[in-house]
């Protein structure tokens, strides 16, 4: 099956910092892959949606120029998280989708953050 | 306003019966369905998939039921095991794009051995 990998699957950082996610699709080639952020018994919520080549798409409330997100490539896209504080501490998830699975997306098995 | 919603934050089942995890959508346009399962601190992993043309789908112990009208669905797990003790998601989209994937808050499913 498509499998999608996280690096770090965690980090610590101090407030100020800024902390970079990357997200790799290791044996397809991901057009469109989406952030997602998880909080403490919530469900997932989409951050944005990244397509190769392209400026990401930003849900409503989410911060573009503190969450920025590069898809330099088909298989690698990178959220980095600026000037991190507290509350942004949570469980980050990416997901890619094949392109040829319908709407059916591989997550990532996630990356927790913490902002001290 | 939440467009999938999973009115039971959590459910306990013995271990050999059935599991049934419900999820209800306002929006209409939703005609593709998703289960996802997740354990903690992991990534969700997917399930089962309904499409609207269809009211039943069935994937070895995993069966969704799709009751359009009712805008509801169900999740049957039968019978129940205690590693299917994790998080579930149950999630809606329109069309079979890859547009984004609207999700419900999740159901916690305990089984009890």
């Known amino acids: 099956g498509a499998v999608v990998s996280q690096h770090p699957s965690w980090v610590i950082c101090k407030s100020g910092t800024s902390v970079k996610i990357e997200c790799r699709s290791l044996?397809?080639?991901?057009?469109?892959m989406f952030w997602y952020r998880q909080f403490p018994k919530q469900s997932l919520m989409l951050m944005a949606t990244?397509?190769?080549?392209?400026?990401?798409?930003?849900e409503q409330g989410v911060e573009k120029d503190k969450f920025l997100i590069n898809h330099a490539s088909l298989t690698l896209s990178t959220l980095t998280v600026t000037s991190a504080h507290p509350e942004d501490s949570s469980f980050y998830i990416c997901?890619?989708?094949?392109?040829?699975?319908?709407?059916?997306?591989?997550f990532g098995p996630g990356t927790r953050l913490t902002v001290l | 306003d939440q467009q999938v919603k999973q009115n039971s934050p959590s459910l306990s089942v013995q271990e050999g019966r059935i599991s049934i995890l419900n999820c209800d959508y306002t929006?209409?346009?939703?005609?593709?369905f998703l289960w996802y399962k997740k354990y903690p601190a992991e990534g969700p992993t997917f399930l089962i998939s309904?499409?609207?043309?269809?009211d039943k789908n069935e994937d070895g112990r995993f069966t969704v039921f799709l009751n359009k009208s009712a805008k509801h669905l169900s999740l049957h797990i039968v019978p129940s095991q205690p590693g299917d003790s994790a998080v579930y998601f149950c999630?809606?989209?329109?069309?079979?794009?890859?547009?984004?994937?609207?999700f419900g808050p999740g159901t916690s499913l305990s089984v009890i051995p």
């Open positions: 997901s890619a989708t094949t392109g040829t699975s319908g709407n059916e997306q591989f």
């Open positions: 044996d397809f080639q991901a057009t469109t």
């Open positions: 990244s397509n190769e080549g392209s400026k990401a798409t930003y």
């Open positions: 929006n209409s346009m939703f005609d593709y």
């Open positions: 309904i499409s609207s043309i269809k």
């Open positions: 999630a809606a989209s329109e069309g079979t794009s890859y547009d984004k994937v609207i």
